[in-house]
């Protein structure tokens, strides 16, 4: 299914800067929309607190993570998350877009309400796009897909009730999710993160990188962080093309402070 708005991501440059106004005039934005695993991404070693570090000065990080959401419940509330008008005002440099993995559970587990068939979770996530996009046409929209599952770490940390005694997602499953997200993206012309992949070519990847079996260690936050950096960078969203707001101390005339703020 093609997307009916293909991604376009174009910068306005002084100096091969991204340049929003005058220096000092207002900070661009970065959204993070997705699940838990985003909404916890600001925690200690989280990779949204490592974005807003890395992008300190030049970049708010917006965070927007909904635990236990998955893309129909998303697109309800779409709007609300979303107002046509931005909190700075304009439209955002970029969003990242990160869910999956409650829409994987399983469909006869303990964990059902969450989940959404795949053909849907395709639509939900075209659906995703075309919003942003349509909102925001500048805006760069980066997908990533759900993390890999260690089953046996579910069954250790179960949610919710579970008779059954099965875990509520498998990888096999969430690797299906991290295709079909993996293609939305390739059908829309815009970059992904596959962490379900990345993840799998460490040794011993459940240990390092997964809490609970589905949750993220400092590693494995460690592991999103840098590869959502790298797949900014390779849209020309760095720290070398980013404007920061006010001079930096180095600027500033001993002499005559004040000038540089003028």
Same mark, same amino acid.
Request: charged share 25%; with cysteine; aromatic share 12%.
């Given at each position: 299914?093609?997307?009916?708005?293909?991604?376009?991501?174009?910068?306005?440059?002084?100096?091969?800067?991204?340049?929003?106004?005058? !220096?000092?005039?207002?900070?661009? /934005?970065?959204?993070?929309?997705?699940?838990?695993?985003? /909404?916890?991404?600001?925690?200690?070693?989280?990779?949204?607190?490592?974005?807003?570090?890395?992008?300190?000065? *030049?970049?708010?990080?917006?965070?927007?993570?909904?635990?236990?959401?998955? *893309?129909?419940?998303?697109?309800?509330?779409? /709007?609300?998350?979303?107002?046509?008008?931005?909190?700075?005002?304009?439209?955002?440099?970029?969003? *990242?877009?990160?869910? $999956?993995?409650n829409d994987a559970c399983l469909p006869d587990r303990c964990s059902a309400f969450q989940h959404v068939p795949i053909h849907e979770y395709k639509q939900n996530l075209h659906?995703?796009?075309?919003?942003?996009?349509? !909102?925001?046409? *500048?805006? #760069?929209? #980066?997908?990533?897909?759900?993390?890999?599952?260690?089953?046996?770490? !579910?069954? !250790?940390?179960?949610?919710?009730?579970?008779?059954? $005694? #099965?875990?509520?997602?498998?990888?096999?499953?969430?690797?299906?999710?991290?295709?079909?997200?993996?293609?939305?993206?390739? /059908?829309?012309?815009?970059?992904?993160?596959?962490?379900?992949?990345?993840?799998?070519?460490?040794?011993?990847?459940?240990?390092?990188?997964l809490s609970d079996g589905l949750h993220l260690t400092q590693s494995g936050n460690k592991i999103v962080f840098e590869e959502v950096v790298a797949r900014l960078r390779e849209e020309g969203i760095s720290l070398e093309t980013l404007l920061v707001d006010l001079p930096h101390i180095a600027e500033i005339d001993p002499n005559d402070? #004040?000038?540089?703020?003028?």
């Open positions: 299914m093609p997307c009916d708005v293909k991604w376009e991501f174009n910068l306005k440059r002084r100096d091969q800067k991204i340049f929003c106004g005058k !220096r000092g005039f207002m900070r661009p /934005e970065i959204y993070l929309f997705g699940d838990s695993i985003t /909404e916890a991404s600001f925690c200690d070693g989280g990779w949204g607190a490592s974005l807003a570090h890395h992008f300190s000065r *030049t970049v708010d990080l917006v965070l927007r993570g909904y635990s236990g959401y998955n *893309t129909r419940w998303a697109l309800e509330v779409i /709007e609300k998350v979303f107002p046509e008008v931005s909190r700075g005002g304009g439209a955002p440099l970029a969003v *990242t877009v990160f869910f $999956g993995a659906s995703i796009v075309s919003f942003l996009k349509k !909102r925001w046409p *500048t805006t #760069l929209v #980066l997908l990533i897909t759900p993390p890999p599952i260690d089953e046996e770490g !579910r069954l !250790r940390n179960p949610y919710v009730e579970n008779p059954m $005694g #099965l875990p509520e997602r498998t990888n096999e499953a969430a690797g299906a999710y991290a295709k079909a997200c993996v293609d939305v993206a390739g /059908e829309c012309g815009g970059p992904v993160v596959d962490i379900w992949t990345k993840m799998q070519h460490i040794s011993d990847w459940p240990r390092i990188c402070p #004040l000038k540089s703020f003028s």
